[in-house]
């Protein structure tokens, strides 16, 4: 869910394809799009994302990213819970559905 919501927000402006080229760089920029983690970050970690090579450079979407995972904490708790606060609230054929992703290979 949060790692969906990130890649959104880095889209936003962008291709589908470079940012689905550039998701290993996001996952590792975002530890692994844990938003428990990266709801603690501070101007340090956008200073230091900002200057990872390969990344998208706009700060402002760095820090919609850590206001999104501050949300997803207040709102759902741990990322544990999220998933089961999340799934337990969908119908059972929507709670692993992928369609809103892009599919294929992204060289």
Request: aromatic share 10%; charged share 30%; with cysteine.
């Amino acid at each position: 869910m949060f790692e969906h919501l990130t890649l959104e927000n880095l889209q936003c402006g962008l291709s589908w394809l470079l940012v689905m080229r550039k998701r290993d760089i996001f996952r590792q920029c975002f530890d692994n799009f844990d938003y428990d983690k990266v709801a603690a970050y501070d101007d340090d970690d956008v200073e230091r994302i900002l200057n990872t090579d390969g990344m998208i450079r706009f700060p402002r979407k760095t820090r919609a990213v850590i206001s999104n995972a501050q949300c997803c904490a207040r709102k759902y708790g741990t990322s544990s819970e999220a998933c089961v606060t999340i799934s337990g609230a969908l119908p059972a054929a929507k709670r692993f559905s992928t369609k809103a992703m892009p599919r294929g290979r992204f060289p």
